[in-house]
């Protein structure tokens, strides 16, 4: 991994900005770098990350449905480009400026909407929004347990992400 410390950071304006790049190579995907920066001043919170492939990709929507634990384990990649839709729970992650990718698993990706749901459920001023977060996080939980099924889409116009898995459905996507 390379790293470069000591940089200004945009937000805070100090010189605690940390830049790295880790070259990985993902199976049946190719090398992909994977960029990121940190503050490490205690009172900014200032991080951004993204996923680029060696190889140029064409635009592509991913779809896969989880329907059993072993899904859970799936390699899940999303750029910082890509939208992330979960029609069944009517969530949609659009890409901006504070979007950032990653490379992780199926797991990695729900904790990701669960920390999310749980923060809206637990600080949420509305009534409703409160009780939406709540019921979002009780499908979720019907899910881990396998009790529900629950499909994820990517789309992603650079083709830098994907859902790494057989039974992962890829098509073009129409721009």
């Not at 950071?9 to 940190?38: D, S």
């Not at 059993?68 to 750029?79: A, I, Q």
């Amino acid at each position: 991994m390379e790293k470069i410390n000591g940089e200004l950071c945009p937000l805070c304006q100090k010189k605690t900005l940390i830049l790295n790049e880790e070259e990985i190579e993902i199976p049946y995907f190719g090398k992909a770098f994977v960029f990121g920066m940190h503050c490490e001043d205690a009172e900014c919170d200032y991080k951004i990350s993204d996923v680029e492939f060696e190889e140029e990709k064409d635009p592509c929507k991913c779809e896969f449905e989880i329907n059993s634990k072993k899904d859970f384990e799936v390699r899940f990649v999303k750029s910082g480009s890509a939208v992330v839709k979960i029609p069944a729970l009517k969530i949609t992650i659009e890409p901006g400026i504070a979007s950032e990718g990653y490379v992780t698993n199926i797991e990695g990706f729900i904790k990701r909407i669960k920390k999310v749901l749980e923060d809206q459920r637990d600080t949420a001023e509305d009534d409703d929004a409160r009780k939406k977060a709540k019921n979002l996080l009780k499908k979720i939980w019907k899910v881990e347990c396998g009790d529900e099924k629950l499909k994820i889409i990517i789309e992603d116009p650079t083709g830098n992400s994907a859902i790494i898995s057989e039974k992962t459905v890829i098509s073009k996507l129409r721009k």
